[in-house]
């Protein structure tokens, strides 16, 4: 998942809320106060959870995720696959319409899925998209837009080849890069078009009616959705802002009803009240070192400054908000649909805490009282808990392995550019997944871009024969072995798996949060 989610949810700042601040009485309204401000809501370019949270109730894909993150029809009914599993044939409901009462069709889907590859699109989301046929050379002009894998065969017929076998393809069909957008509306006004409620056309739940930039967007019941009989609210309202304190105060005070990321300090008085609630969330919070800067170009200095983080304290007392330490890069709650189990418990834990085998390990490297480390910097993106984090670690490898540790706290658009240049030594960071598979975790080190300029051939070779067979038993069997080699290789060093902490009155019923970490209200009510 790309930084920016991570970001959105993690930064508060100084605005105060703004927007009108009415009681809430209505029975048919959901007052939920976004974050940040959505910089856009155009599915092929955001990146930002509140962008992402507000699409999902104005827009929907070929599928949407169940209750239990399944995907399930949606604006296609069904589709084959083929039996190699390259071939997908959606064929989409009869009658489905935009928000504006004019029909969607599967063209409506090619022209929408090609856009986001285009590269004059420059889309953020792009490789997403990679799975599909061509795509990924269409983004990089090597191939021609009508040689991507994806074609309207009638109205109501959309076909997709992909490049290889991808057991979570159906997962991204209900991801916001696979929407479908209105291209009458986009072409006539391409930069325009999701900035502003005017004119907006939807294909959701829900259709834009007021976007107060950075105060609120408001919403209302789409009757031209195809499942309109399910969704039970008339109006929805986002209030927009950026204050953790101010959303807090908004909910206990009853001018909204939900939001998230409560302050910490706030939890046990909130739990009191029966307020604080915690929602799944497919992420972790971990370091990354860079393999090529001394002294971590050894491969025994990075495993003893691993084996010296104490993360059950650092979650007790630092951290808090139900997350769970993490001895493992794939989080919980992705099964093996082979076995039916939980990936992670079946992986184990791929790392442990001992300070004496630390110790032993810097020693063998070289390193004592009398040959000390090189200067060691954590660098860090500007942020309270960023900054605990950091120090306590600076603590534990102070006490367990003697080296003196300096921070280095930068802007997060500074922070994230010298991450991806790789000027750092050890640097905080997060990855949330973008569908619902392992392989959105395990990728990332594939990458030959990626921040740690980590490079095996053994890794991206199994990296790659899980994504491009048709086998699960295979598959999940690659993925684990790939996950033993980034923990032998020490990467990274896991510090916990993220969950969503939100403030929600227990009135608010029937919405479901996904693991993606955003919320859908397609099903909510007022009780």
Known sequence: MKWHYVLAVMLSGLVLFSAGCSTVTKPDTVKYVLEAEPSSLDPAMTTTLPENNTELQLFEGLTRLD????????????????????????????GIKWSDGTPITAQDFEYSWKRVVDPDTASENAYMMFPIKNAEAYFNRKAAADEVGVKALDEHTLQVRLAYPTAYFLNLTAVHCY?????????????????????????????????????????????????????????????????????????????????????????????????????????????????????????????????????????????????????????????????GKDFREEGGNLMTEDAVQARKLLKQAGYDTNHPLPEVTILFNTNEMHKAVAESLQAMWKNALGVQVS??????????????????????????????????????????????????????ELIRQAKETNDPAVRMTDLHRAEQILFDDCVIIPIYYTTQPYAAQPYVKGYHWLQLGLVDFKKAYIE
């Open 67 to 94: 209750e239990q993150d399944d995907p399930q029809p949606a604006l296609a009914e069904s589709w084959d696959i083929s039996a190699d599993g390259t071939i997908y044939t959606f064929h989409l409901r009869k």
């Open 179 to 339: 929407y479908a957008v209105p291209q009458k509306l986009v072409e006539a006004h391409p930069q325009t078009w999701a900035a502003d409620a005017k004119g907006m056309i939807c294909s959701g739940p829900f259709k834009i009616t007021k976007w107060i930039h950075s105060s609120e967007i408001d919403f209302e019941k789409n009757e031209n959705y195809w499942d309109a009989k399910h969704v039970r609210l008339s109006h929805m309202e986002f209030p927009i802002s950026d204050s953790q304190a101010t959303r807090l105060t908004l909910v206990e005070s009853n001018q909204a009803n939900m939001t998230v990321e409560p302050p910490p300090a706030d939890q046990t008085r909130l739990e009191e009240a029966g307020l604080y609630k915690v929602a799944p969330y497919l992420g972790i919070y971990y370091y990354v070192f860079n393999v090529t800067k001394p002294p971590f170009d050894d491969v025994r200095v990075r495993k003893a400054f691993a084996l010296s983080v104490q993360r059950e304290a650092l979650v007790r007392h630092i951290i808090r908000g139900q997350k769970q330490a993490a001895y493992a890069w794939v989080p919980p709650g992705l099964k093996n649909p082979v076995t």
């Open 407 to 460: 921070l280095m706290n930068q802007e997060s658009k500074v922070f994230m550019a010298t991450r991806s240049k790789g000027d750092y030594q050890i640097a905080r960071a997060s990855w949330i997944a973008d569908y619902i598979d392992p392989m959105s975790f395990m990728e990332v080190f594939s990458d030959e871009e990626n921040d740690a300029q980590y490079h095996n051939k053994t890794y991206n």
